[in-house]
């Protein structure tokens, strides 16, 4: 069953109004990931926002070309997708930025907001004093959010 439409807005709702992580992020993810359906359609045919990903959707497990096709591929490796983080609870959806890239706050204060303990980065014995969270932990500015072996 899909959710219904916001007459308010117009044509349709948005990530955060929806309580079912999965749906919300599949709001981005029908754009920005990689996969197919199983007649070979690149994006999630049907899909519906309110919806989950299509059955049968699959994402690649190997993302190639445009970085901006690959963040769901990314995050669902994460623990981060495990524990519920969406999409908007880092980013704005195409506006109303407040800092690059589309983040709804700087970068180490959207990770304090969560990771408080390790905000000050002296978990990170070789941590300079401008670095940001994601120097080590999103490589190649992906979000996978990995921890680095001890330095």
Excluded: W
């Amino acid at each position: 069953m899909s959710a219904p439409l916001d007459k308010k807005k117009g044509t349709s709702i948005v990530p955060n109004k929806l309580e079912d992580p999965l749906a919300a992020v599949a709001v981005c993810g029908q754009c920005h990931s990689q996969g197919a359906m199983p007649d070979g359609t690149k994006y999630p045919k049907g899909f519906l926002p309110g919806q989950k990903l299509p059955e049968g959707y699959t994402l690649a497990a190997t993302v190639e070309g445009d970085t901006r096709l690959r963040q769901l591929n990314d995050m669902r490796q994460s623990k981060h997708a495990e524990k519920g983080v969406t999409c908007i609870t880092c980013h704005t959806a195409h506006g109303g930025m407040q800092a690059k890239p589309q983040l709804r706050k700087p970068l180490n204060a959207l990770c304090n907001d969560c990771h408080p303990t390790q905000a000050d980065m002296t978990h990170a014995k070789t941590a300079k004093p401008d670095s940001k969270c994601s120097d080590c932990h999103m490589p190649d500015k992906r979000h996978v959010f990995q921890t680095p072996p001890e330095q």
